[in-house]
């Protein structure tokens, strides 16, 4: 038996930053996000995002690698929204995987409900490089959006 508290923030952005999530959706998709993470024995504490990102924090299972619930997650939500829109649609491969303590959930829940107002100032790319820079994740500029 294995007795754990694994919270991670997730963030990943549509396939080449395209504003392609339209608003009308994004409710269901954050809501259909987290029956994804449930069906795989993971917890979304909060979904959310913008028309071309999405931020997840996640309680992970102890046997759950973040590399894994995140590809669960973009694989299922993919075919979720190609099915709404009639569209292609993708997520970018790569994503940010941030640890967080439990002093922090509400704080990171308040954050990613706050999405929508947030990217009235602040890109996805701003955004993205100052989690980094928080988190202390070294990056090669040269490689980030590419």
Do not use: N
């Not at 509400?106 to 999405?115: D, K, L």
Request: hydrophobic content about 40%; proline content about 4%.
């Amino acid at each position: 038996m294995a007795y754990t508290k694994l919270l991670v923030h997730c963030v990943f952005s549509t396939h080449g930053r395209r504003k392609s999530i339209p608003p009308a959706l994004q409710p269901d998709l954050w809501a259909y996000m987290g029956g994804i993470a449930r069906k795989h024995r993971c917890k979304a504490l909060a979904v959310g995002g913008a028309s071309d990102h999405a931020h997840l924090l996640l309680s992970l299972p102890a046997d759950m690698p973040v590399s894994k619930a995140v590809q669960v997650i973009k694989a299922g939500s993919s075919k979720w929204l190609h099915e709404q829109k009639r569209a292609l649609f993708s997520w970018q491969e790569a994503y940010g995987g941030f640890t967080i303590g439990a002093s922090q959930v509400a704080r990171t829940v308040a954050y990613i409900q706050s999405q929508a107002a947030h990217h009235r100032r602040v890109s996805f790319e701003d955004e993205f490089r100052s989690l980094l820079a928080r988190y202390g994740v070294e990056y090669d500029p040269k490689y980030l959006f590419a």
